[in-house]
């Protein structure tokens, strides 16, 4: 087995707690839908990543990762050049989330993967490289989850309008001008919104903007531009949704913590 193999499939069998496999894409190229039987955590040394499961869809901006449970379905497209770094965690090493979820990165996490990625797969877990796995076990329990996810109903109906509004997030349309498309009355679709998603279509609508913009600003946009992209009256409006829903500013967002 190369010690510095780009292929998943040499990570999963290696008996070690953690193995970090580093591979780099260019902007726009796709990971076919796959899954894996070790969990893992991708994280962007560089660059933006977006994800989609069955059950909904992530953006991954710098200074993020995404936790995938083992055998989660999922593909994956650069929104940017992306200098990947991931982290194949076997069952059982630690207890973590069992869903797909953003998290955040401490700097000592990140520092932790970029040299775990550069060590021998069969590393001594005695040494110092057993001590940096471990390490990012304890970094990996303390995770702070974000509100970075987009869920995905099951009904038909509501997957053709959440399709719409996935590929056009300043779509104004309500639910009234969407029933007649939808094949369902309004208070039908409000209700499985939340029966679904459990978010009403205002917010669901909302998270897909955010989404969005995230994607857009990780790779440079200018805020003024993705606001008024996005169908808000004002740079200063775009800002105040942003800053409620993340804790910071969109011209803050993406510095290191």
């Known amino acids: 087995m190369a010690q510095r193999s780009t292929d998943p499939e040499d990570y999963q069998q290696v008996p070690r707690p953690i193995t970090v496999m580093a591979k780099d894409f260019a902007a726009g190229h796709d990971i076919a839908p796959h899954r894996h039987p070790r969990a893992q955590l991708i994280f962007a040394a560089q660059g933006v990543m977006a994800v989609r499961t069955p059950q909904g869809s992530w953006i991954v901006p710098p200074h993020r990762a995404l936790w995938i449970p083992a055998e989660t379905e999922h593909a994956i497209r650069m929104c940017s050049a992306v200098a990947m770094r991931t982290v194949y965690v076997r069952p059982h090493a630690a207890a973590l989330p069992d869903a797909c979820c953003v998290v955040a990165v401490s700097p000592l996490l990140r520092e932790l993967i970029l040299r775990a990625a550069g060590r021998p797969l069969l590393y001594d877990e005695h040494g110092p490289d057993g001590r940096v796995a471990a390490m990012i076990l304890d970094e990996l329990r303390a995770l702070a989850v974000l509100p970075l996810h987009l869920p995905w109903p099951a009904d038909k109906r509501l997957q053709r309008i959440c399709a719409a509004l996935r590929d056009d997030p300043a779509l104004m349309r309500t639910l ?42 990780a790779t440079g946009e200018a805020v003024t531009n993705v606001a008024l992209d996005l169908g808000y009256a004002s740079p200063s409006a775009f800002t105040s949704m942003f800053r409620r829903a993340l804790g910071r500013a969109p011209s803050r967002y993406f510095m290191e913590s």
Do not use: I, P, V
């Open 176 to 217: 009234d001008e969407w029933s007649a498309a939808a094949g369902a009355s309004s208070r039908t679709l409000a209700r499985l919104f939340r029966k679904e998603t459990g978010m009403s279509f205002g917010a669901w609508r909302q998270q897909a903007r955010l989404l969005d913009a995230l994607g857009r600003l």
